[in-house]
């Protein structure tokens, strides 16, 4: 990432997140979209990926369910072009959680398996619980386990 560049489209995503929680999705979106368009002209696939998963967050919390799957799948292929493994296992494990939205319980299995894999290579505690939560445990045995 070059420099301010980086940092203003960060700043924007920050932004976002802001004006998101404010009420203010129009602006939330624009500002995704802003931060977005600097990680492009930066050739920062990473922050491309962060910017579009907002932008699915926003979608999702809209409930607008096929236009989050949308962005998402772009986000999840943006992290991959990037090697950014922390990015491809949030998106496997937000994938999951749109197909639970989807009562599609077999591809939210799925999904959560394959970011289990990831985060257990990465090697974070908390993601490993979140995958392991998702995969239907109600009890909150798996995720103890997954945090010692």
Known sequence: MLGDVGRQARSHLNLGLVAYITGQVDEAERQFERGHDLYLAVGDRSGQARAVGQRARLAQEQHDLVRAM???????????????????????ATFGQLRLAFDDR???TAAFRQALE??????????????????GSRDGRWAAAASR
């Open 118 to 135: 990831v985060w257990r290579k990465l090697g974070t505690c908390v993601d490993i619980a979140e995958c392991f939560e998702g995969n």
């Open 106 to 108: 077999p591809g939210a």
């Open 70 to 92: 949308r962005l998402l799948e772009e986000s999840f292929e943006l992290s991959q072009a990037a090697d950014d493994d922390w990015g491809v296992a949030h998106s496997l």
